[in-house]
C-alpha cells in the first residue's frame, strides 16, 4: 500500500488546479459520450459508465479539499474562490442534462442494488432542478450560492485564527494548568484563542468570573464586525436559498434538502428537536436550581465552571482530574483502534516511513484479521493557523471494491500541540470526539457497494452520523476504558471508583450540552423554513432569539453551540436545514446500542461487531438506509431511545 498517498511534498497549487480542471474536462466528455450514445439505454452503457466517470476530477479534488481544510491559507482561499464556481456549474452540467435523466427513465434491472441506484440517480435529477421550467436563473443561483458559502466558510476560519481573550495578568489565568498557559503565551500577554463552539471548554477551570464572562462575550459576538462579520452576507444567503427553493416548485429550502432523506420530512425533524429540548430544558432548569447553591448569580459563562464543580460533588471526579489518564497516544491504541479489533478484527501498524499533507500527520495501514489490506487511515490532530476549526473525517480516496481501490481515510481535530517531549492530555469530550471520527473512519474504510456514487459515508447526510455517534459507545466500555485510561506518567490504571463514575456519567451534564445543540440546529430550521427572514444584517441576532422564544427553548443560561454568524455547518459546511441530522442519526444510533448492550459483554464481541458491519458499515447507500438500520435492530427508531441514552428520561 506503500504507493497509494500522493507525494504532498511534490504537489504544487498549480498542479492541482491544472487536474481538477483537466478533470472537469475529461468527465464532461465522458458524460456527452453516453449522452449521444445512440444505443438504448442499459445499466452498462449508462449507469456504470457516468458511475466510472471523473476519476481524474475525484484524486484531485480530494486532495484539494484535503488541503483547503486542513491547512488553509491565503493561497488556498483564493484556489477555493476561483474553483468553487466552476465546480458548481460543473455539477449543473450533469444534473440539468435532459438527456441523461431521459436515459435514466428508460433503465430497469432485477439486481436491488442497480434498481436503488437508479431511483437515487432519478430522485437527483429532480432534487436538483431537471423539470425546473428556467434553468439558467437556477444555474445563476447556483453558482452564487455556492460563492457565497464559500466566502462565509473562509471569514468563519479567519474568525477562528483572531477570536480570542487577551489576558495581560497571569494571575486572571488562575484555575488554567501550566501546560496550557504555555500554549497561550505570547511576547506580552496570554491570548486564549476561542473554538468554534460558543460555550468555551476553558469556562469550565477558569477561577475569574470576569474573565470567564469575557471570554464567553467574544466568542458569541465574534462575525458581527470587521472583515470577518459575515451577517450580511448569510441575509443574502438564505434569501437565495429560499429563491431557489421556490423556483424549483418547494415551499422552502428545508423541503429541498429534505428529498432523500431518511426522516419523513422538516416537520418530523422539528418536532424530534422540540420533544428533545422540552426534555433537556426541563433537565437544565433543575441542574440550575443546584448550580445556584454554588453560584447564587449564576450566569452562562459560569455555567461550565460549577458544573464542573458539582460533577466532583456527585461523582468524585471533575474534568482536570481525569486529563493525567487521558493521553492521546494511549488513546488511539488502547482505545479506539482497540475496540475496533475486537468487534472487527482489524488491526493498525504505524507507518512513520509515509508522509501526509504536514509533518504533524500521522499514517496507519489498516489490515484485515487475515493480513489482507484494507486501506490507510490518516490522523491529523493538532490545530495550526489556517486549519478549519472542529474535528472531522475526509475520504482521499474510496473503496471501490470491482477496481481492487483501496480507501484512504483521515481524520481531522483541533488539539493543542504540547511542547516537544510533553504528552498530550485531553479532556473527556476530546476522547469522544476520536472514537466519533474515527465511526466515520470505520464508514469508509468497510465500504463494500458495486457502485462508487453509494461507496462509504454517500448516504443521506442525516445517517451519516450514525456509525460515528454509535462508536462513542465503546469509550465507555469498561474493558476498553481500562485499557487506555492510563496515567501517562506512571502507568497506573484509573482508579476503580473514578472507572466506574466515568462509566456512570455519560449522563451528566446533557441537560445543558442537549439544550445548546437543540438550540442551534432550531435556528437552522429557522433560516430555511417557509416565514420572513431578515433582509439586514443587524437583525440577525434578533431573528435567532425570537425563532427560539416562540418555541419556548430560548434559555438565558445556555447559549445556542453556534450563532448564526459562525455556524460553518449551516451556511458553510453542506448541513444547511440539515444539523437536526446529528439528533436523528442519534436517535438511530441510541437503538442500535441499545441492541448492542443486550449482546454478550455488551456487545463488545465479534459476532456483533461482524453483523453491524455486515448489515450497515459496509452497505453505505446500496440499499435504503434505514433498511440497513431494521437488519441490525428490528425496528423503527423512536425519539424515546435518544432521551434515555442522554439520561433525559
Not at 611 to 617: A, D, N, Q, V
Amino acid at each position: 500500500m506503500t504507493n497509494l498517498l500522493p507525494d504532498f511534498s511534490t504537489l504544487t497549487l498549480d498542479q492541482i488546479e491544472a487536474d481538477i480542471l483537466a478533470g472537469m474536462e475529461e468527465q464532461r466528455a465522458q458524460w456527452e459520450e453516453v449522452a449521444t450514445n445512440p444505443e438504448a439505454p442499459t445499466v452498462a452503457n449508462t449507469l456504470v459508465a457516468l458511475d466510472e466517470s471523473g476519476a481524474r476530477l475525484d484524486r484531485a479534488g480530494a486532495i484539494f479539499w484535503t488541503l483547503a481544510s486542513s491547512i488553509g491559507g491565503d493561497e488556498l482561499d483564493r484556489l477555493q474562490e476561483k474553483l468553487v464556481p466552476l465546480l458548481t456549474e460543473h455539477s449543473n452540467t450533469y444534473l440539468l442534462d435532459e438527456r441523461l435523466y431521459r436515459r435514466f427513465l428508460e433503465l430497469s434491472d432485477p439486481d436491488p442494488q442497480t434498481q436503488w441506484e437508479i431511483a437515487e440517480q432519478i430522485r437527483a435529477f429532480e432534487q436538483h432542478g431537471i423539470a425546473c421550467p428556467d434553468k439558467e436563473q437556477l444555474r445563476r443561483l447556483n453558482v452564487r450560492i455556492a460563492e457565497l458559502e464559500t466566502e462565509v466558510d473562509q471569514r468563519i476560519s479567519k474568525q477562528l485564527e483572531e477570536t480570542g481573550l487577551s489576558v495581560t495578568d497571569e494571575a486572571e489565568l488562575a484555575g488554567l494548568d501550566e501546560a496550557t498557559r504555555a500554549g497561550y503565551r505570547r511576547d506580552h500577554d496570554w491570548f486564549i484563542r476561542c473554538r468554534n463552539f460558543s460555550t468555551q471548554l476553558d469556562q469550565s477551570v477558569l477561577e475569574e468570573p470576569r474573565v470567564r464572562r469575557a471570554l464567553l462575550e467574544v466568542s458569541v459576538t465574534r462575525g458581527r464586525t470587521g472583515a470577518t462579520d459575515t451577517r450580511a452576507l448569510i441575509v443574502e444567503l438564505t434569501q437565495l436559498r429560499s429563491e431557489r427553493a421556490h423556483l424549483l416548485g418547494f415551499p422552502d429550502h428545508a423541503t429541498v434538502v429534505m428529498q432523500g432523506e431518511t426522516i419523513p420530512g422538516p416537520d418530523a425533524a422539528q418536532d424530534l428537536l422540540v420533544e428533545v429540548g422540552r426534555a433537556a430544558r426541563a433537565r437544565v432548569d433543575e441542574d440550575a436550581q443546584k448550580l445556584r447553591q454554588l453560584c447564587p448569580d449564576l450566569e452562562a459563562a459560569d455555567w461550565p465552571f460549577y458544573e464542573n464543580q458539582l460533577r466532583a460533588q456527585e461523582l468524585g471526579f471533575d474534568a482536570e482530574s481525569l486529563r493525567p489518564y487521558l493521553e492521546l497516544n494511549r488513546i488511539l491504541t488502547d482505545g479506539v483502534f482497540y475496540a475496533a479489533n475486537r468487534l472487527y478484527g482489524i488491526t493498525l501498524t504505524e507507518r512513520p516511513d509515509l508522509r501526509g499533507w504536514h509533518e504533524d500527520v500521522r499514517v496507519w495501514e489498516v489490515k484485515e484479521e487475515d493480513g489482507t489490506a484494507l486501506g490507510l487511515f490518516l490522523g491529523d490532530y493538532f490545530t495550526r493557523p489556517g486549519k478549519s476549526g472542529g474535528a472531522w473525517m475526509s475520504e482521499l480516496q474510496e473503496a471501490h471494491p470491482a477496481s481492487g481501490q483501496l480507501p484512504i481515510i483521515t481524520n481531522d481535530a483541533n488539539f493543542t500541540k504540547p511542547a516537544p517531549g510533553q504528552p498530550l492530555l485531553l479532556t473527556w469530550d476530546d476522547v469522544e470526539t476520536l472514537f466519533h471520527e474515527f465511526g466515520h473512519a470505520l464508514h469508509g474504510l468497510f465500504s463494500d457497494t458495486k457502485y462508487r456514487d453509494s461507496a462509504g459515508t454517500n448516504v443521506p447526510r442525516d445517517f451519516v452520523e450514525l456509525p460515528s455517534q454509535l462508536n462513542e459507545m465503546w469509550a465507555f466500555h469498561p474493558e476498553v476504558l481500562s485499557r487506555y485510561a492510563r496515567h501517562y506518567q506512571t502507568g497506573e490504571p484509573l482508579p476503580a471508583d473514578l472507572l466506574a463514575a466515568v462509566v456512570g456519567s455519560k449522563s451528566f451534564g446533557q441537560g445543558f450540552a442537549t439544550l445548546e445543540y437543540v438550540e442551534a440546529a432550531l435556528i437552522d430550521q429557522a433560516w430555511h423554513r417557509e416565514g420572513t427572514l431578515p433582509t439586514e444584517a443587524d437583525q440577525v441576532p434578533t431573528f435567532e432569539v425570537e425563532a427560539l422564544e416562540r418555541l419556548d427553548l430560548w434559555h438565558d443560561l445556555v447559549p445556542p453551540r453556534y450563532r448564526s454568524t459562525y455556524f460553518a455547518h449551516t451556511f458553510a459546511g453542506g448541513y444547511d436545514a440539515g444539523y437536526y441530522a446529528y439528533m436523528w442519526a442519534e436517535t438511530l444510533a441510541a437503538e442500535v446500542e441499545e441492541w448492542f448492550r443486550a449482546q454478550p459483554n455488551g456487545g463488545l464481541t465479534r459476532e456483533a461487531g461482524e453483523k453491524l458491519r455486515r448489515e450497515l458499515l459496509s452497505r453505505g447507500n446500496s440499499r435504503p438506509p434505514l433498511d440497513s438500520f431494521r437488519a441490525v435492530t428490528g425496528k423503527d427508531a423512536s425519539a424515546q431511545s435518544v432521551l434515555r441514552r442522554r439520561g433525559l428520561v
